[in-house]
């Protein structure tokens, strides 16, 4: 962890500046566990600090984001068990999430 640490103090150069390379946080295990997951612990708010919800599905929540890059940015998040990434989600719950997904881009679309 040391060596890890080390790097993560280091600057790279790079055109016009420089880049921090940040460490991880010191909770970032128990995020991982879902011990301290904001959005498991949130419930199913109408409104987050993600954003407003739009579209709230059998396994997802969509929120429209305040804060983003494109009007019109939607942030959909899992509602089952804690996972980290959509990879950890098993046939099924990958199927599921994956359906509503779809289904909230092409409501964007037509919005």
């Given at each position: 962890?040391a ?50 919800r739009?579209h ?28 980290v ?16 997904v ?6 964007r679309?037509?919005?």
């Open positions: 962890m060596q890890h640490d080390d790097f993560a103090r280091r600057s790279l150069g790079a055109p016009g500046g420089r880049i921090e390379i940040m460490s991880w946080p010191d909770d970032w295990q128990d995020r991982l566990t879902g011990a301290v997951c904001r959005f498991c612990t949130e419930g199913r708010p109408s409104e987050s600090r993600v954003g407003l739009f709230a599905g059998e396994v997802t929540d969509a929120y429209l984001a305040r804060r983003a890059m494109a009007r019109g940015y939607a942030v959909v998040i899992w509602r089952g068990r804690h996972v990434e959509p990879h950890h989600l098993s046939a099924e719950e990958s199927v599921r999430f994956h359906g509503e779809l289904r909230v881009g092409a409501q679309a037509h919005a």
